[in-house]
Structure formats: C-alpha cells, structure tokens
C-alpha cells in the first residue's frame, strides 16, 4: 500500500509564480502532497525572488533566473537532506515567491493634527498628507518578521502598520528640517526628503526599502488658522499695535454699520454714516489708549517732566494688553515685558 501510495504522487518539476494584479507581496507555492523533483527548475523573474523553507526553518534564497535545484544549487537544503552522497531523491519544502517591485502611489495622512515645535509660534498642530512607495529587498526577513507561513501576503495587509511608521516620525522630520511652518509649503520637497531619512530604519526592520517619499500638502487645524491670519494681517500693517487695531476695526466697521441701521430702522444713509462713524472714532481711541500705554504719552498729551502715569490708565492698558493675548495676537514673552514696562512707569 505504501508503495503505490508512492508511486501515486506526482513530482514537481517546474516552479514558478506569475504575479496577478492583486496586490500580492508574497504567494506560497501549491505543494499539496507533492514533492520536488530532484533537479526541477525554478524559474525567478526579474522583479521576484524565492525562498526555501524546510521544516519551518529558511533553507536558501534565490535570486531573478533559472535555476536547477541540484546539490550545487541548493547547498543549504543539500546539508539538511544528507544529498552529500549523491542521495538523489524527491525532497518536500515550502516555496515562497515575493514581489520585489516597487509598490507605488501608497496614502498617508495625519487624521488627527500632530503637534510639532515651532520656531515662530513655539507650538503649531499641523495637518499632512502625501504618496510613498516601498518594495521588498530582505524576503528572508520579511518573511520572519511579517508574512510568515500564510498562503497570500497582501500590500492592503501591510497598509495600516506602514502608514503608522510614517505618521510617528512627522515630528522629528519637521525637526530635523529646521523649516518653520510659514515655510513648509515653500519647502515641500525638503521637507519630504527629512519624513524619509526618518522612516527608513523602521521599514528596515521589516525587510522593506522605502524608496520614494512625497508631500503633498500641510495646513494647520481652522482655529489656528484664524489666529495665523491674525498674525498675518498685523504684518502686513508694519506690525505697530495701533496701527493692527485700526486694522481690526476697519474690518469690523461693515459689521458695526449693519447694526447701526437696524437699530435706526431700515437702513437710511444716515444710519449707515452713524455706524462707520463709530466704528472709525472706536478705533481711534482705542488706538491711542493703547499706544499711550505701550510708548508713554504721545506728543499731544505727553506728562510733564516728573508726572507719572496715572495708575488706572497703567491698569487698563494692561487689562487690553491681556485680551489681546488670551487671543493669541501677543506672546507670553511680549505681554510680561509690556506690562513690566508700564509698572516701571508707576515707580
């Protein structure tokens, strides 16, 4: 009965993988209860390489080409099948194909903001997004580390893990880059060259090659992004406070005008003149309270010499000084060092 069982079995004489569009990293040969032929070909294309496992354990590895599976060419296997004394029989292994070319065009993205240091703003959570490719150049650690003995690995199995490496490292890749965030998006290319270099030992460890990394876009999160546009509008206004609350105001006037003639009833020509000249003569004073605070008196209502300040003048201002703050239009270190200047002057 063994005999014929023996005699039943069919003997494996070509082995070879033709990759589907599926998506597939690595694909078992069907071995069944067949065994190899002594001396089959193997066949290994250009973009794939193959591995032997006996016993669970990798035998050897092989390279793009045709290869006849003799004790020249499979000396690690040779020593476990004892083929020393030209012992040649059907041998039973696991062979696994992998795809060695490049996976393309794979997603990531923050889904949360990332908090990264900034230089300019101190701290800024940011949002990114981008493509990168990767392909496989240690099938016998990929294999240990990943695949395993499953039938079929698949790119959308490793997605989520690889995804995970390049989101952990934004943070040391900003870094590293010394870009601010104003000049991120001028610097793209830089700054996707850092996410990189950051990244690549953790693909590393898995047997993979990070080829190619790419950004796409960065923006911050909207209510930073208001409080940029902030800062922004202030710049383009030479940066003197006054001057940044005129230009508030100016943007508010059309709000303030709406309101004027609403409370006048239906709008007239001179409810709206009433509202844009509140607005205007709003912004004036406040203009000027505060620039009293920040620079002493003015040259129209400069104190005489020796007069101090008057203390709920100091003490308004410093109350303005902190709304301006609490909305993210002055720094901590700005806001301590104005208002230890306007305690100086009450001494």
């Known amino acids: 009965m063994a005999l014929m069982d023996f005699i039943k079995k069919q003997f494996i004489d070509v082995l070879e993988w033709q990759e589907s569009a599926d998506g597939t990293l690595a694909w078992r040969f069907p071995m069944a209860d067949n065994e190899i032929q002594y001396g089959a070909q193997l066949t290994v294309r250009e973009s794939q390489m193959a591995v032997f496992v006996d016993e669970g354990k990798v035998a050897d590895v092989f390279g793009p080409g045709r290869h006849q599976l003799t004790t020249q060419t499979l000396p690690l296997l040779t020593n476990l099948k004892n083929w020393d004394k030209l012992f040649q029989s059907p041998f039973k292994s696991d062979v696994y194909f992998f795809s060695t070319r490049q996976q393309i065009d794979q997603r990531w993205g923050t ?19 981008g493509n990168y490719a990767y392909r496989i150049a240690d099938p016998k650690r990929f294999f240990t580390q990943i695949s ?102 100016g943007q508010a006037i059309p709000k303030m005008a709406e309101g004027a003639a609403a409370a006048g009833g239906g709008g007239s020509i001179a409810g709206d003149a009433m509202g844009l000249g509140a607005g205007v003569a709003l912004g004036q004073v406040l203009a000027q309270n505060l620039q009293q605070g920040l620079q002493g008196a003015g040259a129209a209502a400069a104190p005489t010499p020796g007069a101090g300040i008057r203390p709920d003048e100091v003490m308004t201002t410093i109350e303005k000084l902190a709304e301006l703050k609490a909305k993210g239009i002055l720094t901590d270190e700005e806001f301590s060092a104005k208002k230890a200047e306007l305690l100086k002057k009450l001494a």
């Open 111 to 129: 889904t949360q903001p990332v908090t990264i240091r900034d230089k300019d703003f101190g701290a800024v959570r940011l949002r990114a997004f």
């Open 148 to 249: 395993g003995t499953r039938d079929r690995y698949l790119v959308a199995d490793l997605d989520g893990q690889l995804r995970g490496f390049m989101l952990q490292h934004i943070s040391d890749a900003v870094a590293s880059s010394g870009v601010p965030f104003l000049d991120l998006a001028a610097n793209l290319v830089e700054f996707a060259g850092q996410l990189k270099q950051a990244t690549a030992p953790e693909f590393e460890k898995v047997g993979l090659a990070l080829e190619t990394v790419t950004m796409q876009n960065v923006s911050l999160p909207e209510d930073l992004q208001k409080v940029l546009d902030q800062k922004i509008g202030m710049g383009m206004v030479g940066g003197q406070m006054g001057q940044f609350i005129q230009y508030q105001t």
